[in-house]
Every structure is written in structure tokens, then in C-alpha cells.
């Protein structure tokens, strides 16, 4: 049984959602405090969300909020930060740490529809389905031809960067395509995890040496930032597809585009860049024109989690931290323990 916090909880809780939430979200949340959140047509400025922040106890945070020092000297009375996220980059762990604050995670619910965007991606980007779809749109189909010819997965080579909880995940669903898979990562799988799988892990010179495709499944941190960069990708198998589920930054967006002009990669896939990624200090503020308008990319608005019963799931998950704070409980996703609060 989770032991009960020390601090207290106030009697008058607010609660701030930055972005629109379910109806279910809010009614949940509405049991334990008021809840202030954007209508769905509509969504908080900057200055009505800091001066909503100054007066919350609870925080529903989602992918573009970036909460650091700054932030949470506008939020004063704050003592928990509930991410409606995986991944958690974007909150200052340590910051809200100092600070007496909670943060949580959904830890689970985003890995299958992650890992299904992500098989969906390599399919579209191997098969060209973009090109294929705008040819047909423009051109029509009078007769059969042989054009476009791409790359299937069968009998190829498939490596992971990373092999957390996604990867694992989308190497469940390749393993019935018949293809080799390799992986990079500090931790190795379980033995029987691995033959089951057959699974083989590697250093990363080699994975981008032998892999077809490179699936990018790992998070964004000081050792991750651009670890594919101009240099890795010089040494990839000619003709490589990349893959970006994950995080943006863990690539470098510039080195990606020279590596598909030259020809060294054969595509670049992703679901997430750099643009987003609001803990690094000098993200850009947008898209390589570049890397938009080559033919051989592919690109999706960060969909992987976007399934609507996942989406209220998540919020649902997220919610409940909150509500077992509310109820003097350590949140049970809890990914820190605040100074001043026992364990």
C-alpha cells in the first residue's frame, strides 16, 4: 500500500490543464478540485495560462509544455505536475524536485499505437505509399506498370536504437515478417526475451553498418542528443531507412537531409523533431524547408499515441495521480520523491 504524503493537501484545490481534455478527464478531476481547462475549440494563451498557473495546486501537462525554473516561479502553490506523456524531457525533474512537487508519467499506455504508427511508417516509407498516393491523385492509373519500386521487410535487416518498452514493442509485431533483428542498447534484453525474438544486440557502429532500416526508440537526453548525427550517418549501410518514433533531437535533422541528398540514406521517417523538443536550449524553431519537400521523407504530426481510446485512457491515467494526491496518496506513477515529503 502506497504510504500517505506528509505535506497537506488544500481544501480549495485547482486544478490547471494546459490543453483541451475529455469529458470523462474532467469529471474525474472535478471530484477533488475545480478544474480549469480550455474549452475544445479553443486553447489557453500564454498569459491566461501563467496567471491560471499562479493560483494552481495541480498541473495536467502535456507534450508542449515545457516546465522548468522559470515556469515554476509563476506557479507557487504547484505540488504536482501529472504528465498526460511517456516521455518526460520537457519537465524539470529535478527542478520540481527542489521544489516540493511531484511529477508522474503514463509509463505503458502509449506503447502499442506507438509501435503500430511506427510499422505503419516503415511500410509507407519503403513501399513510397506517399509517392504512390500522390501519383495516382495527379496522374490516374490507365494501366498497370512497373514503377516505383521500394523495399519489403521480408529477408531484410532491422536495427533498434534502443530497445525500451517500444521498441520491444514493435519488434513483437516485426518478428512475424521474417526479417534479422538487431539492437543497440546499454541494457541487454532477457536471454529468453531474446531467443524468442531473436533478438541479437550489437555496438551502434555496427548496427548502422548492417541494418536496412534503423528504428530511432530510445529518449532524448545529454548521451542521446544528436547520436545520429553527420558523422554516424556517413557510416550507415548505403541506402538506409531511418525511422523516428521517439524523439527528434536523438537525430540530427541537418546531417538527415545532407545524408539524402548524397544517397548514403535511403529515406527518413518520423513522427517527431527537433522543433518540439523545448528542453534543448537551442532547438530550431521549425522544419528544415529541406527535409520537408524531399521526396524521400515521410512525416506525421507526433500521431503515435493520437487513438482516441488511448487518448482518454492516458488522460484517465494521468487524472488519477492527481486524484491520489488529492487524496494525500504518492501518486502512483510517481517519477521523483519531493524534498520535504517522506517516502
Known amino acids: 500500500m502506497r504510504k500517505r504524503a506528509v505535506r497537506s493537501v488544500p481544501a480549495d484545490t485547482s486544478i490547471l490543464a ?5 469529458t470523462e478527464t474532467k469529471t474525474a478531476l472535478a471530484k477533488v478540485g475545480k478544474v480549469y481547462a480550455p474549452n475544445p475549440a479553443e486553447r489557453f494563451m500564454r498569459p491566461q495560462l501563467n496567471r491560471l498557473a499562479s493560483g494552481a495546486n495541480a498541473f495536467l501537462a502535456f507534450m508542449p509544455d515545457a516546465v522548468d525554473e522559470a515556469w515554476l516561479a509563476k506557479a507557487p502553490r504547484l505540488r504536482i505536475i501529472a ?14 524536485t527542489r521544489h516540493g512537487i511531484w511529477v508522474s508519467n503514463v509509463p505503458d499506455l502509449l506503447t502499442i499505437p506507438t509501435a503500430e504508427l511506427t510499422i505503419g511508417l516503415m511500410i509507407a516509407l519503403a513501399r513510397k505509399i506517399r509517392t ?8 490516374g492509373v490507365s494501366r498497370w506498370r512497373p514503377e516505383l519500386y521500394g523495399v519489403g521487410i521480408h529477408g531484410s535487416t532491422i536495427g533498434f536504437l534502443g530497445l525500451g518498452m517500444i521498441g520491444l514493442a514493435v519488434a513483437e509485431r516485426l518478428h512475424a515478417f521474417g526479417a ?3 539492437y543497440c542498447d546499454r541494457r541487454a534484453v532477457p536471454a529468453a526475451t531474446a531467443r524468442r525474438l531473436q533478438l541479437t544486440r550489437c555496438d551502434l557502429g555496427t548496427l548502422l553498418t548492417q541494418c536496412d532500416y534503423v528504428i530511432v526508440a530510445m529518449p532524448l537526453n545529454a548521451e542521446s542528443h544528436h547520436l545520429l548525427d553527420g558523422r554516424a550517418l556517413a557510416n550507415c549501410k548505403k541506402g538506409m531507412l531511418l525511422i523516428n518514433p521517439s524523439r527528434g533531437s536523438v537525430v540530427e535533422e541537418a546531417a538527415v537531409l545532407q545524408a539524402l541528398k548524397s544517397g548514403q540514406l535511403g529515406g527518413y521517417a518520423a513522427d517527431v523533431f527537433e ?7 537551442d532547438h530550431p524553431a521549425r522544419i528544415l524547408p529541406g527535409l520537408l519537400h524531399h521526396p524521400a521523407t515521410l512525416f506525421t504530426p507526433h500521431l503515435g499515441s493520437a ?3 488511448v487518448r482518454r485512457e492516458i488522460e484517465l491515467r494521468a487524472a488519477g495521480n ?5 487524496h494525500g496518496l504518492a501518486p502512483r506513477d510517481a517519477l521523483n520523491l519531493p524534498d520535504g515529503v517522506s517516502s
Open 18 to 22: 494546459s490543453h483541451r481534455v475529455f
Open 83 to 96: 504528465g498526460a506523456l511517456k516521455g518526460y524531457d520537457n519537465l524539470d525533474l529535478e527542478a520540481c
Open 132 to 139: 504512390g498516393d500522390s501519383w495516382v491523385r495527379t496522374r
Open 180 to 182: 534479422r533483428l538487431l
Open 275 to 281: 522543433c518540439e523538443d523545448l528542453s534543448v536550449a
Open 307 to 309: 487513438v482516441e481510446r
Open 322 to 326: 492527481i486524484v491520489d494526491w488529492a
